[in-house]
Antibody, heavy 123, light 106 residues
Framework: QLQLQESGPGLVKPSETLSLTCTVSGGSISRSSYYWGWIRQPPGKGLEWIGSIYYSGTTYYNPSHKSRVTISVDTSKNQFSLKLSSVTAADTAVYYC???????????????WGQGTMVTVSS | IVLTQSPDTLSLSPGERATLSCRASQTISSTYLAWYQQKPGQAPSLLIYGGSSRATGIPDRFSGSGSETDFTLTISRLEPEDFAVYYCQQYGSSLTFGGGTKVEIK
């Protein structure tokens, strides 16, 4: 059964770079039918998509964060990663990684999610 | 595309019918509309994709419908485990989530 697990520091200082990794187990990240995405949820608030990546390295980002976000993939480790630069307190959130279906011509929903990891931005 | 969900909170009793609304700021194909359920302390889980298709293992008391700018998630008879927050999501033009509707026990 496919599982996703987020990992990374739980505390990041303002102006620094938030770095998280999602490890995929129980299946290959290199399957052609899926993108792999990052979604976050500030405490007590709703969900916000950050961006997604294909195993080939093709990315697409939320325009609201595009200037600060880099998502990369390491197929040899079955992992993909998120870097968010110049963080502020507004970036404090639970960060989820998730699998997103891809038909070949259009994107689909997020069908498998990691449990999420809380990241706090504070000095 | 902005998704507006209503109401913010729905107070109902077990066994009652729940009707949740998701309104889009622009027309979207129902092909690109999904619904998720989130319970406290848990990740969201996919309920409905393609506007009306139930995800694997989702009971048939959950149904999705709608078109263009107005979409609905209906829970025909609320079970105790259905009290949660529900989000709609569109993935036809970039990707956005609605603000959520909390279904609470009356």
């Amino acid at each position: 059964q496919l599982q996703l697990q987020e990992s990374g520091p739980g505390l990041v200082k303002p102006s620094e770079t938030l770095s998280l990794t999602c490890t995929v187990s129980g299946g290959s990240i290199s399957r052609s039918s899926y993108y792999w995405g990052w979604i976050r949820q500030p405490p007590g608030k709703g969900l916000e998509w950050i961006g997604s990546i294909y195993y080939s390295g093709t990315t697409y980002y939320n325009p609201s964060h595009k200037s600060r976000v880099t998502i990369s993939v390491d197929t040899s480790k079955n992992q993909f990663s998120l870097k968010l630069s110049s963080v502020t307190a507004a970036d404090t959130a639970v960060y989820y990684c998730a699998r997103q279906g891809f038909s070949g011509s259009y994107f689909m929903a997020f069908d498998i999610w990691g449990q999420g990891t809380m990241v706090t931005v504070s000095s | 595309i902005v998704l507006t969900q209503s109401p913010d909170t729905l107070s109902l009793s077990p066994g009652e019918r729940a009707t949740l609304s998701c309104r889009a700021s622009q027309t979207i194909s129902s092909t690109y509309l999904a619904w998720y359920q989130q319970k406290p302390g848990q990740a969201p889980s996919l309920l409905i994709y393609g506007g009306s298709s139930r995800a694997t293992g989702i009971p048939d008391r959950f149904s999705g419908s709608g078109s263009e700018t107005d979409f609905t998630l209906t829970i025909s008879r609320l079970e105790p485990e259905d009290f949660a927050v529900y989000y709609c999501q569109q993935y036809g033009s970039s990707l956005t989530f609605g603000g959520g509707t909390k279904v609470e026990i009356k």
